[in-house]
């Protein structure tokens, strides 16, 4: 929680005050569970749904697109029903989460309009991550159901970003589709949905931060958010593997096996001076975060080193506390690979705080954290 109170994080809350309210509200009540509850949890403060599986583009640094024995198989996974959509809204409702919907690509589920609406109906916070090709499309329905945020990914320039996307004309699209969003905004008053941009480091743009902050402002969305790129070594991987066969009992987790990436392209000297140049920031409309928010020092030492510890993070993860994870066939998730049981099946109070969520935790809590944790995960810094 050691980030919890920075002078950013409070900037940011101004800003946006609701959603800074239910992710603090989910912060405090996974510390009460972590320091107290002895692998149980209060309920999360975070429910990240996964509509889909399913996919329009073929991103090179996707830990599903570069599994070897993954793609396909989520692929074809296309979601919930509308039904087991209805139920999971009014199952999570009366603990008021935070909730991320996402995919694969969400706006390829014929229900997510549905699913969305009923959300906002029971007066949750609704966050969306899209690559953005059906923005346009999409953008007016947005408006009307009032989605609280959209995070829309762009890599780049329009050759840089299509090369990374895996398809020629996406950059186009996603342009349009932010365009159009920020026009239906302002003919109608609404401020909602606040729009960010995610630029996602890799070894193809990592020269290119000042480049972006440029092209996104004149584009008109909210913030920009400049992700650090998700990745393991070889050993890491080999690492976390053994230790979930071992104490897990998982006969060969090779969930995170796509993440599995040589940063060695990467120039983190650029990145650590973008770092360095933008983090701070604040008298400007385009807002700009780094995520995880890491030092100029700590940018170069998360690409550069054999093993990763961040000096201003606690080293701990709390998402078995904080975050449930909802895959496309209703499953609930506490760790990739880690799978408490199926909510068409069992309730998501009872999967919550089942036995093997327990185990988990409470082994987690005496680890602190796995292998995988410091550079594969994007719930390890939230």
Request: hydrophobic share 40%; aromatic share 10%; glycine share 8%.
């Amino acid at each position: 929680m050691r980030r919890t109170l920075t002078i950013g994080n409070l900037w940011k809350a101004f800003q946006s005050p609701a959603v800074a309210a239910s992710l603090l509200k989910g912060v405090a009540k996974a510390a009460i569970g972590y320091h107290l509850g002895n692998g149980y949890s209060l309920k999360p403060g975070k429910v990240f749904c996964a509509l889909t599986g399913c996919c329009n583009l073929k991103c090179v640094m996707c830990p599903q697109g570069n599994h070897p024995g993954f793609e396909g198989d989520l692929r074809q996974r296309s979601g919930g029903s509308l039904e087991d959509l209805i139920k999971l809204a009014a199952a999570i409702a009366p603990f008021r989460p935070f909730v991320a919907v996402s995919g694969g690509e969400p706006f390829l589920h014929p229900h997510w309009r549905e699913f969305v609406r009923e959300i906002k109906r029971w007066g949750m916070i609704c966050w969306i991550g899209t690559n953005g090709t059906m923005l346009e499309r999409d953008a007016a329905d947005l408006v009307e159901i009032g989605v609280d945020s959209i995070s829309v990914s762009m890599d780049g320039p329009r050759d840089v970003h299509d090369r990374i996307r895996g398809v020629a004309g996406t950059f186009d699209l996603v342009a349009k589709g932010i365009r159009e969003l920020t026009r239906i905004r302002e003919r109608t008053g609404r401020k909602k949905p606040e729009i960010t941009a995610i630029f996602t480091i890799t070894p193809h743009n990592s020269t290119h931060i000042p480049e972006m902050v440029e092209m996104v402002s004149s584009l008109g969305v909210d913030v920009l958010r400049i992700g650090h790129l998700n990745f393991l070594t070889r050993e890491e991987f080999e690492s976390h593997s053994r230790l979930f066969q071992e104490v897990f009992k998982i006969d060969l987790d090779t969930s995170w096996e796509g993440f599995i990436a040589s940063p060695d392209a990467i120039d983190s000297v650029s990145v650590a001076e973008a770092v360095a140049k933008f983090r701070d920031q604040r008298n400007t409309p385009l807002r700009i975060t780094f995520f995880p928010n890491f030092t100029p020092e700590e940018t170069q030492q998360y690409y550069t080193s054999r093993r990763f510890r961040s000096t201003s993070f606690r080293n701990a993860c709390m998402s078995a506390w904080d975050t449930a994870i909802v895959g496309p066939e209703m499953e609930l998730i506490l760790c990739p690979n880690y799978v408490l049981g199926s909510l068409r099946q069992e309730s998501f109070e009872r999967l919550w705080n089942c036995e093997k969520a327990v185990v988990f935790r409470r082994t987690l809590r005496r680890m602190k954290s796995f292998p995988a944790c410091s550079r594969a995960c994007c719930f390890f810094y939230m």
